[in-house]
């Protein structure tokens, strides 16, 4: 069976969905699926990825990959890419699309539906209320109307990672198959994580204390400036805890956010690291004793679960979704309220058990992820893999010729 997935971006700027996606490719491989991930070449606002060769798959371990230049900033266009999808989206059995609100996501749904390929939509979170209302409210409201909501119509499957973000797409009146399936990820890395040194010999101010780490984008939704008010209310009666915030963003809202520190006048007692990756990334792990992530719209959150494999409580604000594996496994709190609650939340987590929390984070695995893609998508009692995807294919052709209301 060849499956396609196709993402806007593979850049580690842009966050968990280009780190899940090579490594659900890589987990499927083991159940007998050839996987070829197609996305543009995007390396950030105005960037391009280098050392890539554009228009020629390249073999990855257990999948292939290959970029197309992008032509601009706005919804990533790529006109190379629409044109491989429309020449050789026939030569795959289904098609997995990771994102909405995006070109690649548009071409490969119609270049899919054109051929009659059934596709699955991942939507990574962006159908969620606090996502279409404040993020260019207008815009999204139009192309949903015209392009996104009649892609998803069409669609096969949608593919959520949270009960909570099928619950908030619900209103959209979807009739295709709805399943969740939470990402998986790579233990492996967390078994043996490096000495907090390695990062307090980075950041010095760092090596005394005890650290509430943020690692994720730098992005508005993830609700920074509702952890620094947090921690600005921790701050003056804990002075052994310090805030580190790892991760890339735009400039002007790090300015904005850093401001707010200085007006809160816990300035000094946040480290801004940037983004860190490699042996930093996990040695931030280490030197954290409690991992927060306060955003507004969160359908998954794998940093959350890279936390709880590091051993590390974590704490999350659930507004508009929380994520589903928090609650009840001892391994986070749930913040109720976004600043009294968030610091109620991170206060309590640090109480927790690391022992517990790494033994939670044991029972998700990337073979578990694909294994449970397979089954959750089978809605036929017949356990063969290709009759399912032959069956997903006439679905498919069905809803092509069958005419939908926009």
């Known amino acids: 069976m060849r499956v396609l997935h196709v993402i806007p971006s593979l850049s580690p700027s842009s966050g968990g969905p280009s780190f899940a996606l090579p490594a659900m490719a890589n987990a499927l491989s083991a159940f007998d699926v050839q996987v070829t991930a197609a996305a543009t070449d995007d390396d950030g606002c105005g960037k391009h990825l280098p050392s890539i060769t554009l228009g020629k798959i390249t073999r990855q371990e257990g999948y292939e990959t290959i970029y197309f230049r992008k032509q601009t900033e706005f919804y990533k266009c790529s006109l190379p890419l629409r044109s491989w999808l429309r020449a050789h989206v026939s030569e795959f059995d289904a098609v997995h699309i990771h994102a909405v609100f995006s070109f690649a996501s548009l071409a490969a749904g119609r270049a899919a539906a054109s051929a009659g390929v ?9 159908l969620n209320r606090w996502g279409m209302e404040n993020r260019r409210k207008f815009v999204k409201a139009l192309s949903f109307h015209f392009f ?14 949270s009960r909570m973000e099928m619950e908030d797409a619900a209103r959209f009146g979807l009739k295709n198959l709805q399943r969740v399936i939470p990402i998986g990820m790579d233990l492996t890395p967390f078994d043996a994580l490096p000495p907090r040194e390695v990062f ?69 007692r946040i480290t801004w690291a940037g983004q860190v990756t490699g042996e930093l990334r996990l040695a ?26 590091a051993g590390t409580p974590v704490a999350a604000y659930p507004a508009p979704g929380p994520i589903d594996i928090v609650p009840g496994s001892g391994a986070g709190v749930l913040a109720v309220t976004a600043t009294e609650g968030l610091r109620e939340a991170c206060l ?42 032959r069956k997903l294919r006439r679905l498919a052709r069905v809803r092509r010729r069958r005419p939908e209301a926009v």
């Open 118 to 126: 059934p596709y699955i939509v991942r939507p990574l979170g962006v």
């Open 148 to 161: 996104d909501l009649p892609m998803l119509r069409k669609a096969a499957a949608m593919h959520y990672t």
């Open 200 to 268: 307090s010999a980075r950041f010095p101010e760092t090596s005394n204390t005890r650290n509430i780490l943020f690692l994720s984008r730098i992005d508005e939704k993830k609700g920074i400036d509702l952890l620094i008010d947090a921690f600005a209310r921790i701050a003056p009666h804990r002075p052994d805890i310090h805030l580190l915030i790892c991760g890339g963003g735009h400039p002007p809202l790090i300015e904005k956010l850093q401001a707010q520190a200085i007006s809160r006048g816990i300035a000094t």
């Open 284 to 309: 931030a792990f280490s030197a954290a004793e409690l991992f927060v992530l306060p955003s507004h719209s969160e359908n998954f959150g794998i940093a959350l679960l890279e936390a709880m494999a």
């Open 348 to 389: 309590e987590a640090l109480k927790l058990d690391r022992k517990a929390v790494r033994a939670f984070a044991e029972t998700f695995s990337w073979r578990a992820c694909a294994e449970d893609f397979v089954r959750n998508l089978q809605p036929y009692p017949e356990p063969e893999q290709t009759r399912f995807w």
